[in-house]
């Protein structure tokens, strides 16, 4: 089930870009509510802005651990099957996720074009650790463009690839990143938002224009997974857990990424979904 915090309503859309939102600590402080638990100190801007990145989440992409399983015969033989998949069942949310919040919708065609590209598989990344079964070693990917059914997808399949250590690569990032995850929706979410604005791109291949505001927003979404995580787990233990899931990522997902990369250019152009020949500039 879902975890809500405080009672705020107010879209993303309408709240990101207030000055209110500097992410600054103040005297007032309402509290989240994370199952029976509550947790003081938030401010309101916080607690709206969480509460707003809930909603969106809840509202575009269905729990794919909800969704009844395709049939067997119709899920993926090939890494390829799998990765193109992702394309179509994930690709028109997350542009509509990112249209959703006002500070990616200032930034110009260029920038958001660029970020989107690189904001693909990280959000496909971090939303599969998060449902990863190490039990059975398979997660659930949505089946179709309306998320109305899941393919679960076993790590075993990638052990039919050529690239060294796929599968282990694979399982090891899920299972760390879950782990550090702490199986919380709210920290899945801002981590999400956080990397929209964290782009990994490497000059001089692609400059981005509005580097200062892309690095405010960055500052928002850290202080708010920084804040929200001292006080679920006080200051010691909280700021210990922020730095790995930060650090981890860091390290992580650029590795992650090539192996994709790996995979595609091991296959024809003609067999590899259009917006993939374009994510990747194959």
Same mark, same amino acid.
């Given at each position: !089930?879902?975890?809500?915090?405080?009672?705020?309503?107010?879209?993303?859309?309408?709240?990101?870009?207030?000055?209110?939102?500097?992410?600054?600590?103040?005297?007032?402080?309402?509290?989240?509510?994370?199952?029976?638990?509550?947790?003081?100190?938030?401010?309101?801007? &916080?607690?709206?802005?969480?509460?707003?990145?809930? !909603?969106?989440?809840?509202?575009?992409?269905?729990?794919?651990?909800?969704?009844?399983?395709?049939?067997?015969? !119709?899920?993926?033989?090939?890494?390829?099957?799998?990765?193109?998949?992702?394309?179509?069942?994930?690709?028109?949310?997350?542009?509509?996720?990112?249209?959703? =919040?006002?500070?990616?919708?200032?930034?110009?065609?260029?920038?958001?074009?660029?970020?989107?590209?690189?904001?693909?598989?990280?959000?496909?990344?971090?939303?599969?650790?998060?449902?990863?079964?190490?039990?059975?070693?398979?997660?659930?990917?949505?089946?179709?463009?309306?998320?109305?059914?899941?393919?679960?997808?076993?790590?075993?399949?990638?052990?039919?690839?050529?690239?060294?250590?796929?599968?282990?690569?694979?399982?090891?990032?899920?299972?760390?990143?879950?782990?550090? =995850?702490?199986?919380?929706?709210?920290?899945?979410?801002?981590?999400?938002?956080?990397?929209?604005?964290?782009?990994?791109?490497?000059?001089? =291949?692609?400059?981005?224009?509005?580097?200062?505001?892309?690095?405010?927003?960055?500052?928002?979404?850290?202080?708010?997974?920084?804040?929200? =995580?001292?006080?679920?787990?006080?200051?010691?233990?909280?700021?210990?857990?922020?730095?790995?899931?930060?650090?981890?990522?860091?390290?992580?997902?650029? &590795?992650?990424?090539?192996?994709?990369?790996?995979?595609?250019?091991?296959?024809?152009?003609?067999?590899?979904?259009?917006?993939?020949?374009?994510?990747?500039?194959?």
């Amino acid at each position: !089930m879902r975890r809500h915090v405080c009672n705020a309503t107010t879209s993303l859309s309408k709240s990101d870009d207030q000055p209110k939102d500097d992410g600054s600590i103040g005297t007032a402080s309402p509290s989240i509510i994370v199952g029976q638990t509550s947790y003081p100190k938030l401010q309101p801007h &916080e607690c709206e802005r969480m509460q707003s990145l809930s !909603m969106i989440m809840e509202q575009i992409f269905p729990d794919e651990q909800s969704l009844s399983p395709l049939i067997m015969s !119709m899920s993926p033989v090939r890494v390829l099957d799998a990765t193109n998949l992702q394309v179509v069942g994930y690709l028109r949310k997350i542009i509509k996720f990112c249209k959703q =919040m006002k500070s990616f919708c200032n930034l110009n065609p260029d920038d958001q074009r660029a970020m989107l590209k690189e904001f693909f598989h990280v959000f496909v990344l971090v939303r599969q650790a998060f449902a990863y079964d190490a039990n059975v070693d398979r997660f659930p990917i949505y089946a179709n463009e309306n998320a109305t059914a899941a393919v679960y997808i076993d790590l075993d399949l990638l052990e039919r690839s050529e690239i060294p250590n796929l599968a282990d690569s694979f399982r090891i990032f899920y299972f760390r990143l879950q782990h550090l =995850m702490e199986n919380d929706f709210h920290i899945r979410d801002i981590i999400t938002a956080l990397m929209l604005f964290t782009p990994r791109l490497k000059p001089p =291949m692609i400059q981005l224009q509005n580097h200062a505001y892309i690095d405010h927003q960055n500052g928002i979404y850290r202080r708010l997974l920084q804040h929200y =995580m001292t006080q679920l787990y006080g200051k010691s233990v909280g700021e210990i857990k922020f730095t790995r899931i930060l650090q981890f990522l860091h390290s992580n997902i650029d &590795e992650i990424k090539n192996l994709i990369w790996q995979i595609l250019i091991r296959e024809p152009l003609s067999q590899i979904e259009e917006a993939l020949v374009e994510i990747h500039d194959l």
